[in-house]
């Protein structure tokens, strides 16, 4: 089994590091934990429970677009802005990410604060599951930090919409690499959000975020490799991320951009939008 390492990505910090520079003024870490409908995990209760010392925590769910009608979108940016400012991040922060699971929704969150203008972002390698089985310290309850203020700069070319990805799928512009586990993806096991049709976009690519992860950690560069050209993914040709909600969608982020090869953008909307609208899907393996 591939090994991770720290090196494998410019974004990942070890816990070796993190600890020694836990009490930098100008450092906050973030648990950013979320778990899949069904997991019978929930992150806010896992948070309070045991966490980094000053770790403050993001809700995927809350600081989002909740007038959407679909799953943790991207928030509007001045209610982005005014949330983390409350949680105490500020401008020129550098911002350490982590979650519960090791590494499944910390890459969201740190490609939310990229997306929003944050500069100095980067995720915990191996996550919390690393940093307790290190015996390292942890404390319970609700970190509070002071207000900062937050200024979001939003980049806009790191998101797709729906209208962009049906036309790249169309023109054949770029390649569209869905998350999923195969079952999902191939329409064989059902979707886990009601009313979101099973198969996938015509066209798109399975690429399971479990084959660019091992033991809760960024699998290797040739392991990426590997698993890629197994997808039929050519990483030299634009990529736009996909999943079930657009949160194991910036792991396939993390593991191209570790391999020098950033995709051109994630659609936000993923699955729980096409799967909910009047777009043509597939079942069966990708073609």
């Avoid at 962009?164 to 998350?179: F, I, M, P, T």
């Amino acid at each position: 089994m591939p090994e991770a390492a720290a090196s494998s990505s410019r974004w990942l910090v070890s816990t070796e590091w993190l600890a020694a520079n836990l009490d930098a003024p100008d450092l906050i870490v973030v648990d950013g934990s979320w778990h899949l409908p069904g997991a019978n995990r929930e992150g806010r209760t896992e948070y309070l429970a045991a966490h980094i010392p000053g770790a403050v925590f993001f809700d995927i769910d809350a600081i989002a677009d909740t007038s959407s009608g679909l799953p943790h979108m991207l928030a509007k940016p001045h209610d982005f802005a005014a949330a983390v400012g409350a949680l105490g991040i500020g401008d020129g922060m550098k911002i350490v990410v982590y979650d519960g699971a090791g590494l499944f929704s910390a890459p969201r969150v740190w490609w939310t604060f990229r997306v929003f203008g944050a500069k100095d972002v980067l995720i915990l390698d191996g996550g919390f599951p690393k940093w307790q089985a290190e015996g390292r310290p942890v404390e319970e309850g609700n970190g509070r930090r002071q207000p900062m203020r937050f200024t979001p700069r939003v980049d806009a070319t790191m998101i797709a919409d729906i209208g962009e990805v049906a036309q790249r799928l169309k023109d054949g512009s770029a390649q569209v690499v869905d998350a999923r586990p195969a079952p999902r993806f191939r329409g064989e096991a059902p979707e886990p959000r009601p009313g979101v049709r099973a198969g996938h976009m015509p066209g798109s690519r399975n690429l399971p975020f479990g084959e660019v992860v091992k033991d809760g950690r960024l699998a290797a560069p040739e392991a990426i490799d590997a698993a890629l050209a197994d997808a039929g993914v050519d990483p030299d040709e634009p990529v736009i991320t996909s999943c079930g909600s657009g949160v194991s969608a910036a792991i396939l982020w993390l593991a191209l951009d570790s391999i020098g090869k950033p995709p051109r953008a994630l659609y936000d909307g993923s699955w729980a939008e096409w799967g909910s609208s009047d777009q043509p899907i597939e079942t069966g393996p990708a073609k």
